[in-house]
């Protein structure tokens, strides 16, 4: 299959929908045989409401990218120059609709992630990802590497069991 032509744009307050719209068709897709539903329906809530995702973008620092293939969107990133004062870019959130899988999507997003981070300053992104999910040998084929684990209580007696990777940038400039 040829990869697709991707744009990649700045969400803002108007595009909440379609991110919620997108997470509420990747998310069952990707965490199937990873969470329950009662874990997937509960982290949708706290994730991808307007009211979450305007706190994310006011209040913690997020930028919302969005991918558009021929006019319709089909994936989204969230990530955060600087995170926690480590200097480095956190990708918080990367989800591309399943059958826009596999064409360039994700990598053009993380692409404009990349680029967000040196334009920072940031030598290096860092994300989190479920243990068992496969994407995980989508982010070793982009070059990040496992460098710890963590378990999150999320409340509701759930817990997050993610690896934490990271990639150094080289020093390309934007």
């Known amino acids: 299959m040829p990869k697709a032509t991707v744009a990649i744009i700045a969400a803002d307050d108007t595009h909440y ?30 994730l991808y409401t307007e009211a979450s995702l305007r706190e994310q973008v006011q209040h913690q620092g997020h930028t919302f990218l969005l991918a558009k293939v021929d006019d319709a969107y089909a994936g989204f990133a969230s990530c955060q120059p600087d995170y926690r004062d480590t200097g480095k870019t956190k990708l918080h959130k990367l989800y591309v609709l399943p059958e826009a899988q596999g064409h360039g999507v994700g990598q053009s997003l ?7 981070a040196r334009r920072h300053g940031n030598p290096a ?6 243990r068992h999910n ?9 070059g990040f590497r496992v460098v710890a684990g963590e378990d999150i209580p999320i409340g509701n007696g759930f817990v997050m069991e993610d690896y934490v ?9 934007a």
């Open 17 to 46: 929908p379609v991110i919620r719209g997108i997470a509420l068709r990747t998310w069952p897709v990707t965490f199937a045989s990873i969470l329950s539903p009662a874990q997937i329906d509960y982290m949708l809530d706290w």
């Open 110 to 116: 993380v692409d404009a992630v990349t680029g967000m």
């Open 125 to 130: 992104l860092l994300l989190n990802v479920n």
């Open 134 to 142: 496969a994407a995980i040998r989508f982010y070793q084929h982009l």
């Open 165 to 173: 990777m990271e990639k150094v940038l080289d020093q390309t400039p």
